[in-house]
């Protein structure tokens, strides 16, 4: 088991064009095992990212074409990769999963993880999103291991449900990924507060690669993918552009500030199952 892990965080501005996000994908990833990095991520809806009516064209199964791609670029550079998030085809005509893949480094799928939280919202004048007209959302809660690690996989809007984190810090999760296509409106006040609060109180790194910038139909990414501590502190910060961040993840730092500080180990989880007293 390594205590230090170098992380290549992959900041995208996916569009309609499958083809074309794939292959840009895929330099990045040669570029973050340029830097030396043993895992790499990529953001959410990394293959295709517009109108939810192009979306059946853009479904795959897993495997499938674009999952043979990702494990083959894994295999190659001998990395562990999390594919970011793809539409799944499900069992239900014009309905579809927001799937992320984790690759090992012999290429074979180590984890799948299916959105749970979907992107309902209606922020009148600003974001309007019903990801839940074509996406189905998933209902396990899913950890796999890298170099003897645990790490956990969420998308995006699961950010908001403190409940998912706290379930994978339980379980052991020491790193967790959020491959994120967070909008611009709510990103500029919410992204950085939420993240850093989802690693001080898991006591765990986040890593959070994005998409970046305009996309269709007439909507914008936040960007700035992070790369953030236990102890809450933002070590990895995408500038507003396409590009790989690379930064080294120091577990034995997580241990030591989960042993001086255990708000894990000080839980008290059958209080918490008590009715509220009223006042």
């Known amino acids: 088991m390594n205590d230090i892990l170098r992380v290549g965080l992959i900041q995208m501005n996916s569009q309609t064009d499958k083809a074309v996000n794939l292959a840009r994908a895929e330099q990045l990833i040669d570029e973050a095992a340029d830097h030396g990095a043993r895992l ?40 562990y990769l999390l594919g970011g998030s793809m539409l799944e085809r499900s069992e239900l005509p014009g309905r579809f999963y927001n799937t992320s893949v984790l690759y090992d480094p012999d290429g074979q799928i180590s984890a799948v993880y299916r959105k749970i939280h979907l992107f ?40 908001r449900f403190p409940e998912l984190y706290r379930a994978l810090a339980l379980a052991g999760a020491e790193i967790i990924f959020v491959p994120a ?35 269709q139909p007439n909507a914008e990414c936040y960007g700035h993918a992070l790369v953030v501590d236990p102890w809450g502190t933002v070590i990895a910060n995408a500038p507003n552009r396409e590009g790989v961040s690379v930064v080294d993840l120091d577990l034995a730092y997580l241990r030591q500030i989960r042993s001086q500080l255990p708000s894990l180990a000080n839980r008290r989880p059958a209080a918490y199952e008590r009715q509220p007293v009223g006042v």
Not at 181 to 201: Q, S
């Open 181 to 215: 296509a967070f909008t611009l409106f709510t990103g500029k006040d919410h992204w950085h507060p939420l993240l850093r609060a989802r690693a001080i109180e898991n006591q765990c790194y986040v890593i959070a690669p994005a998409q970046m910038g305009r996309h």
């Open 120 to 159: 309902d919202i209606d922020l009148v004048g600003n974001v309007s999103a019903n990801e839940s007209a074509t996406i189905l959302p998933g209902d396990q809660v899913v950890s796999a291991e890298v170099e003897g690690h645990r790490v956990g996989l969420t998308i995006c809007y699961d950010l």
């Open 40 to 79: 790499i991520a990529l953001p959410e809806y990394v293959s295709y990212l517009g109108p939810k009516e192009l979306h059946d064209e853009n479904a795959e199964p897993i495997p499938g074409p674009t999952t043979e791609r990702f494990a083959a670029k894994a295999r190659a550079h001998g990395v």
